[in-house]
């Protein structure tokens, strides 16, 4: 049975721009009753205040100044978000970096900010404040969670966590006593921030020279794509399953192969 989006509340962590603001906007068009943005750019934050109010009236969106690698902080959203609407229902762990030049930070956002997401979400306030019988945890991965990118080795490693952890926590298991579905997206290349200035964000100039030829042939899309791809997979995806948007196109599941699969008959 289908996710019903229509009334529900959802949190999303680098909510104030680029993607994340295209899947608030696309889930307020499907029902969504409200949503917080959790997001370290308070600039930013109030924009899309702004913008959201326009499309949608007022009252549908909050805004906290959030840093997920800081779980106190991250936390302070999800209890804004129950305050203001008292429910919570969904949670989208969008907020990440591309920049292998600060691969701390970048493993502190991308690796232990989801997990941050989804210890709160998942462990606490989704089943205690979801408005129907099941809850949903989106964690942003990437095609670089599913195809090794040598040019970006840590960015890599830290997508092909995010795919690991949903996979995880995704298993029937926690979703038999949590009643959360726990899925994974895999954008493809998409046209944002961050994607600019690239070559500047690499481990160097050896790094700078893989990069061309591996972005060659990638097929590109809007963020309204993705947004759309979002939808559908909150409505209708399984719990553990990953999923890859590309190219403008319908999201298609990526399956693992059994590693027993792999032996020698």
Same mark, same amino acid.
């Given at each position: ?8 509340? !959802?949190? @999303? ?21 409200? /949503? ?12 899309? =205040? ?23 902080? $991250? ?12 429910? %919570? ?7 990440? @970096?591309?920049?292998?030049?600060? &691969? ?13 997401? /989804?210890? =709160?979400?998942?462990?606490? #306030? @989704? ?9 949903? @945890? ?5 095609? !670089?969670?599913?195809?090794? $990118?040598?040019?970006?080795? /840590? ?7 995010? =795919?690991?952890?949903?996979?995880? &926590?995704?298993?029937?298991?926690? #979703? ?7 899925? !994974? ?8 921030? %961050? ?7 690499? =481990?160097?100039?050896? #790094? ?22 979002? /939808?559908?997979?909150?409505?209708? !995806?399984?719990?553990?399953?990953? &999923? ?7 999201? #298609?599941?990526?399956?693992? +192969? +059994? ?7």
């Amino acid at each position: 049975m289908a996710f019903n989006i229509e009334g529900k509340v !959802a949190l @999303i962590s680098g909510g104030a721009s680029g993607i994340g603001l295209k899947y608030a906007k696309e889930l307020l068009r499907n029902g969504l009753k409200g /949503v917080t943005l959790a997001d370290v750019n308070t600039d930013f934050g109030n924009q899309a =205040l702004k913008e959201i109010e326009k499309e949608f009236g007022s009252n549908k969106a909050v805004f906290v100044n959030t840093d997920v690698t800081n779980k106190q902080s $991250f936390e302070e959203a999800f209890k804004k978000t129950v305050e203001v609407f008292k429910n %919570l229902d969904i949670l989208i762990n969008n907020a990440g @970096i591309l920049n292998d030049a600060i &691969w701390e930070k970048e493993i502190a956002i991308n690796i232990n900010g989801v997990i941050h997401g /989804v210890l =709160l979400g998942l462990e606490n #306030y @989704i089943p205690k404040y979801k408005t129907g019988n099941e809850g949903v @945890i989106v964690n942003i991965s990437s095609i !670089a969670g599913v195809k090794d $990118f040598s040019m970006v080795p /840590v960015y890599t490693a830290t997508k092909f966590a995010v =795919l690991g952890m949903s996979k995880a &926590w995704g298993d029937v298991e926690h #979703y038999n006593r949590t009643k959360v579905k726990v899925l !994974a997206m895999c954008p493809g290349v998409t046209d944002t921030p %961050l994607l600019s200035e690239l070559s500047e964000k690499t =481990l160097g100039a050896p #790094y700078v020279q893989i990069m061309e030829a591996q972005l060659v042939g990638l097929p590109s899309q809007k963020p309204d794509s993705v947004a759309l791809a979002m /939808v559908n997979i909150i409505k209708n !995806a399984k719990t553990g399953t990953v &999923w890859v948007a590309e190219g403008e196109e319908d999201p #298609y599941e990526f399956i693992l +192969p +059994p590693r027993e699969s792999f032996k020698p008959q």
